[in-house]
């Protein structure tokens, strides 16, 4: 049954278009993901461990989305606001547990963006992302055969780690299941960030970016946006580096410094 989506649109500063969409009840979604796998299946999503703030004129109903501990408006404001060029998807992989202590990750019911235009492929990818959850305790796939292991999400969420890849053909299945899904949609360039409390201690949630395949990104920019989004999420109380590799103000300004160099020597080169 088709679910009902509200959205937004702006133009960026930039003149790039931004498309945010959500879902018109929170619940939607989930209760679908939970219908589709055996193993969600007669159990309860565990309570927030803190009382969730209600997205601005949306359902009354409290979020279900298990200890991430992010209210929809924060994940709305955040997919809006991503520094990012090229047409791209951006969605958000939240956790839930289940009162049997396992963890996934979904992406249903998170508030998720389109960049530059709304792609006919990554909008399917984005369906086919919420056919799928991301165990993050174990790599086996149940009886039906549906798609939750570990993948990138998990992977990232586990290790606290970014990933990045120029193509998403060079990823090897198991190390990301849905590769062929992706490439067949349009899918080209791939990030996937973690997204940590304040204090950079806990990843509570995964980014993930997925472009059309005729945009072409260098690890410069990425590394350069990937700072940016770092500053933008601090001043929402998040982060996307953990405190173990988080440096002063002075080294960060020492390292943009290098950056620059290294993007003039690769434009030279």
């Not at 924060?74 to 990012?84: Q, R």
């Not at 849905?178 to 990030?191: D, I, K, T």
């Not at 472009?211 to 982060?239: C, P, Q, W």
Request: hydrophobic residues 40%; glycine residues 6%.
């Amino acid at each position: 049954m088709p679910i009902e989506l509200k959205f937004s649109y702006r133009k960026r500063g930039d003149g790039i278009n931004r498309w945010v969409f959500w879902t018109q009840h929170n619940g939607d979604e989930l209760n679908q993901v939970k219908s589709l796998f055996p193993v969600l299946r007669g159990y309860e999503f565990e309570p927030w461990k803190q009382p969730p703030v209600e997205m601005q004129g949306d359902s009354t109903q409290p979020d279900t989305n298990g200890d991430s501990q992010l209210n929809r408006l924060t994940i709305k404001n955040l997919v809006e606001l991503l520094d990012v060029q090229g047409t791209c998807l951006i969605q958000f992989w939240a956790p839930i547990r289940i009162n049997s202590g396992k963890t996934f990750l979904t992406t249903a019911d998170q508030p998720f963006a389109f960049n530059g235009k709304i792609h006919e492929g990554l909008w399917a990818y984005r369906r086919v992302s919420l056919l799928t959850i991301a165990s993050v305790d174990s790599t086996e796939i149940d009886e039906t055969k549906r798609v939750h292991v570990h993948g990138r999400p998990a992977r990232v969420f586990r290790s606290g780690m970014p990933e990045f890849s120029p193509h998403v053909r060079y990823y090897y299945m198991d190390e990301y299941p849905l590769r062929n899904f992706a490439m067949c949609l349009g899918v080209g360039s791939y990030w996937t960030l973690p997204v940590f409390e304040s204090s950079g201690d806990r990843c509570i949630g995964v980014l993930e970016y997925a472009f059309e395949a005729n945009v072409g990104l260098d690890l410069y920019s990425t590394l350069d946006r990937l700072i940016n989004n770092h500053r933008i999420l601090k001043t929402m109380g998040l982060a996307l580096i953990p405190s173990w590799l988080a440096c002063s103000q002075e080294i960060q300004e020492v390292w943009e410094q290098e950056l620059a160099k290294v993007k003039e020597a690769l434009e030279v080169t």
